[in-house]
């Protein structure tokens, strides 16, 4: 299988390059190496998990690019770029609608006269918004979210579905649940804390520490992303989590264990967008995907620590 994944040199992209390179895929990566994080990161990335593929340098939102790109004929397209964070939406909420809503658009514009390609998409735990009915199920009605990177993921899932009802194009958007691991962005909790803790320097602590996540391990991440690239069929929406939650303070708690650390807590107060819980009804995925996450917390923080200290 030919297979385009845009974002192929970030966090998760190079992960599933990784993968469908290690069952025999073609993968063609389009990335723009930006400046959010460090872009020698995402280069080192491609080095370790990417080997020879072709990695194409552009932007999402160079209409002609992804144009010719599309073109060329790619049996699914893995759309994982994005500007990320649900707090530095808050501060340019225009470049993240530029990039995440125009930028996906104009993958679907291309679609449309590529209509039997199958088409993979990342969206997130955030366009649950504020929702207290947990766990969060793909049926919920999500008419409320509470950052722009939240509004943006839900309005690339309807640009998404309207291209699918107009153009026929397979569409799957899958619901990512606070992804972590080997190669996590250096900016994400985990990662931060872990740097933090292992320096002697304070952990940044929102809110009264009660503040529940579902963190997800990228291996699970990645069993349910190859799942949903063969099977994508129709128009689905699908929640991958590890459907289990873990406070801000066990998670601080089980972060200073591993590490032989005692965390200082530099205390301040919730953030603008960020939400009380997210938890994933992981049902439909598990029917229809046979997607099975198996990583505890515990064992996936091991994991990254490993990692991290191998650095």
């Not at 590529?114 to 009605?141: C, D, I, K, W």
């Amino acid at each position: 299988m030919k297979v385009l994944i845009t974002g192929g040199a970030g966090f998760i992209g190079s992960h599933l390059g990784e993968r469908l390179i290690a069952r025999g895929d073609e993968v063609v990566v389009l990335d723009n190496f930006n400046d959010f994080y460090d872009p020698a990161i995402k280069r080192r990335n491609v080095e370790e998990a990417l080997g020879d593929s072709r990695v194409v340098v552009g932007d999402l939102r160079d209409r002609e690019l992804v144009d010719e790109l599309i073109d060329e004929g790619f049996e699914a397209v893995v759309h994982l770029a994005a500007m990320a964070g649900v707090r530095p939406s808050v501060e340019d909420p225009l470049l993240y609608e530029d990039v995440n809503v125009r930028g996906t658009l104009h993958l679907l514009e291309a679609l449309k006269r590529n209509p039997t390609t199958r088409f993979v998409m990342a969206s997130s735990s955030s366009v649950y918004g504020g929702n207290q009915v947990v766990p969060f199920s793909e049926l919920h009605e999500i008419h409320h979210p509470v950052s722009p990177y939240a509004a943006t993921k839900r309005a690339t899932e309807l640009l998404a579905y309207t291209h699918h009802h107009l153009y026929q194009i397979p569409t799957t958007c899958l619901r990512f649940f606070t992804v972590y691991g080997p190669r996590q962005r250096p900016e994400m909790a985990i990662h931060k804390f872990v740097r933090l803790l292992l320096a002697g320097e304070p952990i940044p602590f929102f809110g009264d520490g009660e503040t529940r996540r579902d963190y997800t391990y990228i291996d699970d991440i990645i069993d349910g992303v190859v799942r949903s690239i063969d099977r994508c069929e129709g128009y689905e929406v699908y929640n991958l989590g590890e459907s289990q939650t873990t406070s801000l303070s066990e998670l601080v708690a089980l972060l200073g264990e591993l590490c032989g650390v005692e965390p200082v807590l530099n205390r301040l107060p919730m953030q603008p967008g960020d939400v009380v819980i997210t938890y994933a009804d992981v049902s439909k995925a598990r029917r229809m995907l046979d997607y099975a996450p198996a990583t505890t917390v515990r064992e996936g923080l091991g994991h990254f620590l490993e990692w991290y200290r191998s650095r």
